[in-house]
């Protein structure tokens, strides 16, 4: 990443994604990706769904003492239904000063005094609310721009998928958003005390989201260290951050991140009401959560994990399972509740809660606290008990138009997932799910964000609307800058693959432009189309250390005696002659399945240059030596 | 990998797999891994599939100068259906002598002037001959014991998995085994040259297998560098390897690989035959093409990738694709078929290569020369008819009793994976299928071991027999031995996913030891059991490096104050308290579903210890300090 400046110097990760220039598209000025590709293609650039905020806009000024400019302050405030007010007063407890350690210091975020926005009395501000109403709010609008992409670019599209009882559009209205929001179907986090956030959706009909988690350090003393948890998970392509710190500092590290977050921001808000009662599950009190709900919402977050579907009657379902229970705010609700004998205050207040939900426009992410830790207790019986306890739940929320979306596992062997979405789509009426991988076996710790991701993939093709990542430490320790990298770029594929197998129109028009590019020995558009253009060169580099391999169209399986590029134009000189029909010219456009007669590029010019290149390139080859593994260099097996 | 000593002192990488016991089993001496647990957990040894031969036996000595023990050749002998004959000479241009660098050499193995063995003359001593004759051979024997592993071990087994038509049997019988071979449904790869070999089984009632793919370096002095990349991808669980060497030394580097390997070897005789033409493709003949595998078959090559199916009318059908032909097999021929518009040799051919394999006992790879090198290709009309092509000369093998498994792609897409092992069962009669992947997206080079995991899990589950790895350094460059072993634990972990989805009786007996370890927090038994416990104990040192944070009951995420355990305990009593069941004492045997109740362990003697052991860590929790993330320290998400 020899093209990132350090975080040591400016604070946070700055700095343009390699190969990619900032587009700000529509009336809205929607942030996306462009990647140029090299002029011989005669391609035009591929337009991609950016996570990443100003920090990759050269053109941004970024200052993590001032934050984000505020986006949708002006949206909020013209809808004339919201009120500043004097927020709660910070209190030690807030930032865990009861823990044992009292040393360390993270300041509070400077704009100080910051006055609060919330529906006037009685009121309701969630998107879900406008959308029943007809309204169709700015933020629909922005999302809408943003999931079309290069959609509006892609003429006589061949949709190509299979998408299980999804209603995916050819083309994303703001009248579609505001439908869907309308149903339950997608939400829009978007608490109204975090304008800087960039709306985006998360639904079955919407491309899938990743959400990565992050935490605070022992010693939080460097607030830029903080924020840059996030903005590095986001460079990458986070879509939302959870921000599950816990200890000391976490609502003034929370206030940071908040305010320097282009994506929405979640938290459970169970894990900073234990800190307040000393870690002491059974000391919880419901006005102490209250309270927390509260000093969160005035922050910002934009979703909350509750657990209210760990049910007294649900907790000896799990007496038998090999892993019990392993949802650490499942485990706080059930020790409550067998500390009192009593139904679960968070399932009993539900209503009051859903009442501080609406007044902020806060999204219920509805927590498994039951769900399997382990393929030995997939799909059981406690597991579906809490999900139908959350459908029900859902169904609540939905009667005050406050958006949700319901949690799931975990560990789920494969043949047993369909069954989650399946019972997921019908319990809680098709709101949108949001799932921890699931991990297709248990037998590979240092490798989870691998068997998390052929779970996670396929959940999201048969209707998971958000996944959230798995590092490789998963079980094991704490993930580091690289393992969030490898995490979040996981999860990034996993989500793509889903919706080529959903047939979201576009998402294969980045595959058909980096295959071409790598057909054609395109180096450098194959590594910037690709989700981790770094690695890809430096890979590369690792055999081909040479500038000259990069644009030689070479490479290193080969040799330069053997091209396939020039085989395959052998072919259709061949197939011309023989069928007498010569491939047509048609104006090159990303993804046209009438593109495909050119797809492979060649030409005489291009086979000459090819020529050249290998020529040029011939004794790089001896000299490297044609050391044969699988795929090397660019071919395939055998 | 501290415990694996260095290369450079012993040739090769030797000593036992952390945490495990080499175990021979039963009559025949079948090698299988033991790992044991504590003693506190009260279970008894898990047993594990074992590919990594002599290597990892502390009691073996290796020389790979002598190679290893000829296992099978007493067997080959008492059949009485063989003969001992001189030798074809080895030529210059065996080892590439004709490339651009006459430089490097690799000595000729030691043991000079070995008399190879093939069939007495018109005979055949192809397992599948046998078989069809009704004879139970002992690499069939051989194949039962070490496919069974556990399975003696569970009684009361309750199946659990979806197999998409497969037949698996609750307990492999050798009679089971032969009538699997008999159909064609499975194959026992076993050139008669290449005794050395631990029978093993691919096919879709068995164990899903892996192959791991090598080959040579440019200046492969270092004969024992050679080996080595074969030593260090069967100790990660590679089930096969192929050796797709081109240039020099590709002769001699063969025969030392295959005297040291206990798993079959697979080529591409192809490419030796193309480099015996100077890499001029249109220059093959049949006749240089069939001495190559008289060549290879005298060494004892287990099986061939032959690309039969690609024929003269089906090369035009690929003129439109996005990547054209991507197999580097497929391409050689295609370039032969156009260069002298006539039908492939090895078509037309057929039944004169089937004679040679049916002389030494090699199994057909049939090679997808057109499979789809991108998305946008996947599942089009050139792969489908070379398909149906291979599943002719599939019948045209059988007809002589010569084994046979079908190669398959490549890159596609999640909802067009089924069709291809649906079509391939249909057109090629329950032939075993031996797929590449599939990748289910192109964009993210760099991961692709990743991306194509997800696909072969998913394809090994419909029932792809055996999955070839792909490393991080697909389409870039070539795998050093770190991206070799990533791949190999990858595709493990896939095949073992597919074992568990398909309801392989003794699969999840490693997920629920792992699980039960992991709950109990006896990390040295989740670190061992696991795929690669030199990772998984890496990655938890970095976080809690202490020697203690290995055995207390503690884990960095939960901290002293709260521990799922004792919840779990405390949730166990209740459900006692209030149904009046307590859970019955069963004898630990692993596994069993009967084992559940007392699967979370605990007792008060357990949690005495736990007790303990937080104590004890507590302060080093302190230290740590609890930084948090996404199921960090092996607890999970929220």
Redesign the interface.
Known sequence: MADIPSRLEIGVTTGPIRGSRKVHVGPLKVAMREIDLEPSSGEPPVRVYDTSGPYTDPAAVIDIAAGLPALRREWQLARGDVEEYAPREVRPEDNGQLG??RSGGVPPFPTALRRPLRAQPGGNISQMHYARQGIITPEMEYVAERENLGRAQIREHIRD??DWGAAIPDYVTPEFVRDEVARGRAIIPSNVNHPEAEPMAIGRNFLVKINA???????ASDVASEVDKMVWSIRWGADTV?D????RNIHDTREWIIRNSPVPIGT?PIYQALEKV????EDLTWEIFRDTLIEQAEQGVDYF?I?AGVRLPY??M????????????G??M??WC?AHHKESFLYERFDEITEIMKAYDIAYSL?DGL?P????DANDEAQFAELYTLGELTKKAWAQDVQVMI?GP??V???KIKANMDKQLEACGEAPFYT?GPL????????????S??GA??IG?FGTAML?????????????RDD?KVGV??Y???A???D????HPAA?V???A???A??EFRWRD??N????PD??E???????PAEGAKTAHFC????P??C??K??Q???D???R??NNP?QPVPAKAGREGD??Q??GGGPAAIAEAEAGMEQMSEKF?E???????????????
Chains 1, 2 share one sequence.
């Open positions: 044992p350690d998928g299979q988690n992050i935490g605070n350090s022992a010693v959870m599950l710190s816990t200890g459970v000393g870690g002491i599950a994990t657990h907790i000896p799990t007496a038998k399972r090999v892993t019990g229970i392993v949802s650490r705010g485990s706080i059930a020790k067998l927590g769900r830790g382990s393929i030995a949690e975990g560990h062997p494969m043949h921890l297709v076996t248990d037998i590979a710790p240092g490798y989870d964000h691998i068997t991701g052929i993939a396929m093709w959230c990542y798995v590092t490789p430490k998963e079980h094991l320790g704490l993930p580091d969030v770029v996981t990034k594929l996993a793509h693959a889903a080529l197998a959903k047939g294969k980045r595959d058909d980096l295959s071409k790598r057909f194959q590594f189309l690709s989700l981790d690695t890809a430096q890979y590369h580099d690792q055999t081909l290193s399986m080969c040799g005696k053997f396939s590029m085989i395959t052998e072919v259709r061949f197939a011309a023989q069928h491939p495909q007669p797809a492979g001896r490297t030596g044609s050391e044969l593994y699988l795929g090397a260099g660019g071919r395939e097996h055998d």
